[in-house]
């Protein structure tokens, strides 16, 4: 049971995930509610691995299964504010898009003994581990999700608070550029941090080309 303790960790994060955003159309308390919850699941992101790392049951398979987690729970998040028209469409794609090509690298390198973090790296120059592997650029693009996430969600709950007469609709404005910078800024990091695994990975992307007969 202590061995799958950080997969139930992670389990239990995408459910919130699919919880949190059913919490936003029920009303303004919900939706409070929600953006508080997001906090939760944003930290259970780092919990699982904490938890793995402190009872040594770290594995290559659990490095992928949280990656997994994380790509359903940023997906379910981005194309929920992109329905509900905080987001351009364009976000979503731009992600999933990233996300598809990133981890089709990854499970190839799989195959060959190469993870995405820790000793066993695909990352090939000291740059590409800094931006991908590192914890410090894993942690800041973990951060700027945790902020974008619970800003949109922010927005969200105000507008639903001034049509319910709750809170005034002062400062509103500022916060929609604000968290409109913080998405840009998010995506920007998504994708500068997926270009290095492209590349590192390109020799595994070439054996999907099928070479002409001699």
Same mark, same amino acid.
């Given at each position: 049971?202590?061995?799958?303790?950080?997969?139930?960790?992670?389990?239990?994060?995408?459910?919130?995930?699919?919880?949190?955003? @059913?919490?936003?159309?029920?009303?303004?308390?919900?939706?409070?509610?929600?953006?508080?919850?997001?906090?939760?699941?944003?930290?259970?992101?780092?919990?699982?691995?904490?938890?793995?790392?402190?009872?040594?049951?770290?594995?290559?398979?659990?490095?992928?299964?949280? *990656?997994?987690?994380?790509?359903?729970?940023?997906?379910?998040?981005? *194309?929920? /504010? @992109?329905?509900?028209?905080?987001?351009?469409?364009?976000?979503? *794609?731009?992600?999933?898009?990233?996300?598809?090509?990133?981890?089709?690298?990854?499970?190839?390198? /799989?195959?060959?003994? =190469?993870? &995405?973090?820790?000793? =066993?790296?695909?990352?090939?120059?000291?740059?590409?581990?800094?931006?991908? @592997?590192?914890? /410090?650029?894993?942690?800041?693009?973990?951060?700027? =999700?945790?902020?974008?996430? %619970?800003?949109?969600?922010?927005?969200?709950?105000?507008?639903?608070?001034?049509?319910?007469?709750?809170?005034?609709?002062?400062?509103?404005?500022?916060?929609?550029? @604000?968290?409109?910078? *913080?998405?840009?800024?998010?995506?920007?990091? %998504?994708?500068?941090?997926?270009? &290095?695994?492209?590349?590192?990975?390109?020799?595994?992307?070439?054996?999907?080309?099928?070479?002409?007969?001699?």
């Amino acid at each position: 049971m202590t061995a799958l303790l950080p997969t139930l960790i992670s389990g239990v994060r995408v459910g919130l995930a699919f919880v949190n955003i @059913a919490l936003y159309p029920l009303g303004f308390r919900w939706a409070v509610a929600a953006v508080l919850l997001t906090i939760v699941v944003i930290w259970m992101d780092a919990l699982d691995g904490w938890v793995a790392r402190r009872m040594g049951t770290t594995s290559d398979m659990g490095a992928l299964i949280d *990656i997994t987690g994380d790509r359903i729970v940023e997906n379910v998040y981005w *194309i929920y /504010f @992109a329905t509900t028209g905080l987001v351009s469409a364009w976000v979503p *794609i731009v992600v999933i898009t990233r996300g598809f090509l990133t981890d089709t690298v990854r499970t190839l390198q /799989f195959e060959r003994g =190469k993870t &995405p973090f820790g000793e =066993k790296t695909m990352m090939q120059s000291r740059w590409s581990r800094f931006l991908v @592997a590192s914890r /410090f650029m894993r942690g800041l693009y973990g951060g700027a =999700k945790l902020v974008a996430f %619970c800003a949109l969600g922010a927005v969200l709950a105000w507008r639903q608070g001034i049509e319910a007469g709750a809170v005034r609709p002062s400062g509103l404005h500022a916060l929609e550029l @604000a968290t409109a910078a *913080i998405v840009g800024l998010t995506v920007g990091l %998504c994708v500068v941090r997926g270009v &290095p695994v492209l590349w590192d990975g390109r020799d595994v992307l070439r054996q999907l080309v099928p070479r002409p007969p001699d």
